[in-house]
């Protein structure tokens, strides 16, 4: 069976704390020496990172893949996106978190940005150059402006963010075969078709032949960005979505499997505890408490 991959609200953090910002910094040695320099694999579902290091060297591993990273690396990490990092004992630098809702271009937008946002990159600067100094620069004074909590902090830690990704994007090298433009649309319209037909348990073949690609080629394409194969994809959607209904509504297990389109209880439950560890009902009482005590704080 394959390891279940937790879900984080926040750097480092299991989901149901809360972030009181909609952006968060920190430094990459303040949570990596707590666990001997390796994140392991894990994602978000409602944020966007940004990673800056300044010294050191690693690994970034999206998904399935793993990407050198070096100093003077911007590593850039959209919601939904399977990760992990390996850094060495003098590995510098910090991490930007922030609530996707929050950015200007969200991931997944038709421009150029969007596209782009929608994808991993780790993008070495070259700080010999302008460009690069000047992207280095930015990202340096970010950091510096969110710990100062001066007057006018979050319309600079605005200004900045925005700056330091369009820059990033334009610096950023294109994957070889589809640009970026080309897998940032094809991710959306995927995203788009599953949200439409999760309830009707359509199979892998039905999202290739409405993307105009075949099964194998779709597969592909998805182990390469999220590091899941469809099948786990759309998995992934419909216990995300049954997490929602199980917290948020009253009905039964069965109410919830069936508005799930799951025509037998029992195999929902079982899907649910591959994917999650916990039986539904299990996983609905701990939520619930969470929930309870967080209210009564």
């Given at each position: 069976m394959p390891t279940a991959v937790p879900t984080y609200d926040l750097y480092g953090e299991k989901t149901g704390e809360n972030m009181r910002d909609w952006l968060h910094?920190?430094?990459?040695?303040?949570?990596?020496?707590?666990?001997?320099w390796e994140i392991r694999l894990h994602r978000h579902e409602s944020f966007f990172q940004i990673l800056?290091?300044?010294?050191?060297?690693?690994?970034?591993?999206?998904?399935?893949?793993?990407?050198?990273?070096r100093a003077h690396s911007v590593i850039t990490v959209p919601p939904g996106v399977d990760h992990g990092f390996r850094f060495s004992r003098d590995t510098d630098g910090f991490v930007v978190t922030i609530l996707a809702s929050r950015l200007r271009t969200p991931p997944g937008d038709r421009s150029h940005l969007g596209a782009w946002l929608a994808l991993p990159h780790v993008t070495l600067l070259d700080v010999t150059r302008h460009e690069g100094a000047y992207v280095a620069d930015t990202l340096m004074r970010?950091?510096?402006?969110?710990?100062?909590?001066?007057?006018?902090?979050?319309?600079?830690?605005?200004?900045y963010l925005t700056l330091a990704l369009h820059l990033t994007a334009r610096l950023s090298p294109a994957?070889?075969?589809?640009s970026m433009d080309d897998k940032g649309r094809r991710m959306e319209r995927l995203n788009s078709l599953i949200h439409r037909h999760l309830r009707a348990h359509k199979p892998a073949s039905f999202y290739a032949a409405e993307l105009g690609i075949s099964p194998t080629h779709l597969n592909?394409?998805?182990?390469?960005?999220?590091?899941?194969?469809?099948?786990?994809?759309?998995?992934?959607?419909?216990?995300?979505?049954?997490?929602?209904?199980?917290?948020?509504?009253?009905?039964?297990?069965?109410?919830?499997?069936?508005?799930?389109?799951?025509v037998d209880p029992a195999y929902f439950s079982r899907l649910f505890s591959?994917?999650?560890?916990?039986?539904?009902?299990?996983?609905r009482m701990a939520e619930r408490a969470k929930l309870d005590s967080r209210s009564t704080d």
């Amino acid at each position: 069976m394959p390891t279940a991959v937790p879900t984080y609200d926040l750097y480092g953090e299991k989901t149901g704390e809360n972030m009181r910002d909609w952006l968060h910094c920190e430094t990459i040695p303040a949570r990596s020496r707590l666990h001997h320099w390796e994140i392991r694999l894990h994602r978000h579902e409602s944020f966007f990172q940004i990673l800056y290091m300044h010294a050191g060297s690693g690994d970034a591993i999206f998904g399935n893949q793993r990407h050198e990273i070096r100093a003077h690396s911007v590593i850039t990490v959209p919601p939904g996106v399977d990760h992990g990092f390996r850094f060495s004992r003098d590995t510098d630098g910090f991490v930007v978190t922030i609530l996707a809702s929050r950015l200007r271009t969200p991931p997944g937008d038709r421009s150029h940005l969007g596209a782009w946002l929608a994808l991993p990159h780790v993008t070495l600067l070259d700080v010999t150059r302008h460009e690069g100094a000047y992207v280095a620069d930015t990202l340096m004074r970010l950091g510096a402006e969110y710990a100062a909590y001066q007057t006018g902090r979050n319309d600079l830690l605005d200004a900045y963010l925005t700056l330091a990704l369009h820059l990033t994007a334009r610096l950023s090298p294109a994957s070889a075969g589809e640009s970026m433009d080309d897998k940032g649309r094809r991710m959306e319209r995927l995203n788009s078709l599953i949200h439409r037909h999760l309830r009707a348990h359509k199979p892998a073949s039905f999202y290739a032949a409405e993307l105009g690609i075949s099964p194998t080629h779709l597969n592909r394409f998805l182990k390469s960005v999220t590091g899941l194969g469809t099948h786990d994809m759309i998995a992934r959607k419909l216990i995300d979505e049954a997490k929602r209904e199980l917290v948020f509504s009253f009905g039964s297990i069965k109410d919830v499997s069936e508005s799930l389109g799951f025509v037998d209880p029992a195999y929902f439950s079982r899907l649910f505890s591959k994917q999650t560890g916990a039986t539904p009902r299990a996983w609905r009482m701990a939520e619930r408490a969470k929930l309870d005590s967080r209210s009564t704080d």
